[in-house]
T-cell receptor, first 111, second 114 residues
């Protein structure tokens, strides 16, 4: 079945860039998403990318998609303490309404 | 304010005692769904609904029921809860089921079944 893998933890210094990586197995994935979950809150959609795109930039966020390697990354420039959260990668296989989420990457930003 | 609300936010119950977790959205969204979040497993979809009176199973529907009698409400029913249903539950809604429709998540319900 479909599988989405992420590393569990990432620690960065405030002001540095963060790169959170995700790999997926379903080659029919149509859209890929990044969600942010702050402590005690639900998930918030950060950005998404269509599978025919290589890159998408939105302010401090840059999403890179390597469809050949089935690799998705989220880069956060100038990481701030408010960026500390769990980041989930998700994908929707072609023709399906059931998204598959990764296990989430805990981003810890320290001074 | 546009939002998805869930009640209760926290619930401790015992095995076998039926319970309902309510979910309501005020955005006139057609698509609603329930997820459970477990440590190390990410989110898994339980049920989803494309519109009123239309519901379908997600990845992990066993032990759960849902109903969609009105567009705004999508309650999650556990007829006979068991300890393996101890989890953090999220309701979500979106305008439609298109891949570009942003899902809005509720704040979560933390359920403990003893």
């Amino acid at each position: 079945g479909e599988d989405v893998e992420q590393s569990l933890f990432l620690s960065v210094r405030e002001g540095d860039s963060s790169v959170i990586n995700c790999t997926y197995t379903d080659s029919s994935s149509t859209y890929l998403y990044w969600y942010k979950q702050e402590p005690g809150a639900g998930l918030q959609l950060l950005t998404y990318i269509f599978s025919n795109m290589d890159m998408k930039q939105d302010q401090r966020l840059t999403v890179l998609l390597n469809k050949k390697d089935k690799h998705l990354s989220l880069r956060i420039a100038d990481t701030q303490t408010g960026d500390s959260a769990i980041y989930f990668c998700a994908e929707t296989p072609g023709g399906s309404y059931i998204p598959t989420f990764g296990r989430g990457t805990s981003l810890i930003v320290h001074p | 304010e546009a939002q998805v609300t869930q009640n209760p936010r926290y619930l401790i119950t015992v095995t076998g005692k039926k319970l309902t977790v309510t979910c309501s959205q005020n955005m006139n969204h057609e698509y609603m769904s329930w997820y459970r979040q477990d440590p190390g497993l990410g989110l898994r979809q339980i049920y989803y609904s494309m519109n009123v009176e239309v519901t379908d199973k997600g990845d992990v529907p066993e032990g759960y029921k849902v109903s969609r009698k009105e567009k705004r409400n999508f309650p999650l029913i556990l007829e006979s809860p068991s300890p393996n249903q101890t989890s953090l539950y999220f309701c979500a809604s979106s305008l439609g089921a298109s891949y570009t429709d942003t899902q809005y998540f509720g704040p979560g319900t933390r359920l403990t079944v003893l």
